[in-house]
């Protein structure tokens, strides 16, 4: 059974342009959960998506936005960009909500970003 | 808002030795707790949840956690370190709203031959 699939692995971007990452999640997985990891901040939660429709929403700008596809898989796309937003972001998926695996977050590599 | 805390950034155990990691919660209502490993240049990797339940709880690759209500801790334990156990441990709580989680800071561990 193929992971969570998480493209590209490397991305440079300059201050100002637009990011998108991409995500596929494991067979089955309706739940989709996308993290920021940036040096010296841990691991802070971005957006959760299920079923196509944004369930909730950590602590970030606007211009931090993604969507799910009927496939479940997703996309995190960053808008002008800011040299802080340089991190790995971390894509990880679970399965039906309310069923118990839905409580177990299967993660991704990750993506990392780097803003110049 | 439900959060952890883990006090260590750092733990340094001499192979053979028992380790522990410590992680302390702050929930509304019954936790559900969760440890996580990343190690270099990886994703991160499910170890052991706590969600009901027995308080001692026992995960992958020998690792446990003793679930203390009183002490509102949920520590990672395992009896006999390896050198590859070396990496980048994580507490986690579920959100109030939803199965997102939330993250401590990490504690690293390294476990010297």
């Known amino acids: 059974e193929a992971g969570v699939t998480q493209s590209p692995t490397h991305l440079i971007k300059t201050r100002g342009q637009q990011a998108t990452l991409r995500c596929s999640p494991i067979?089955?997985?309706?739940?989709v959960y996308w993290y920021q990891q940036a040096l010296g901040l841990g691991l802070q939660f971005l957006l959760w998506?299920?079923?196509?429709?944004?369930?909730n929403r950590g602590n970030f700008p606007p211009r931090f936005s993604g969507r799910q596809f009927p496939n479940y898989s997703s996309e995190l796309n960053v808008n002008a960009l800011e040299l802080e937003d340089s991190a790995l972001y971390l894509c990880a998926s679970s399965s039906v909500v309310g069923t118990p695996g839905a409580n177990v977050l299967t993660f991704g590599a990750g993506s990392r970003l780097t803003v110049l | 808002a439900q959060s952890v805390a883990q006090p260590e950034d750092q733990v340094n155990v001499a192979e053979g030795n028992p380790l522990t990691v410590k992680c302390t919660y702050s929930v509304s209502g019954n936790p559900y707790l969760f440890w996580y490993v990343q190690y270099p240049n990886r994703g991160l990797q499910f170890l052991l949840k706590?969600?009901?339940?027995?308080?001692l709880v026992k995960g992958s690759y020998g690792f446990e956690a003793e679930f203390n209500k009183s002490q509102t801790s949920f520590h990672l334990k395992k009896p006999s370190a390896l050198v590859s156990d070396s990496a980048l441990y994580f507490c986690?709580?579920?959100?109030?709203?939803?199965?997102?989680?939330?993250f401590g800071k990490g504690t690293s561990l390294l476990v010297t031959p």
């Open positions: 986690a709580v579920r959100a109030y709203s939803g199965y997102a989680l939330n």
């Open positions: 706590y969600i009901t339940g027995d308080n």
């Open positions: 998506y299920d079923e196509g429709e944004e369930r």
């Open positions: 067979s089955g997985h309706t739940s």
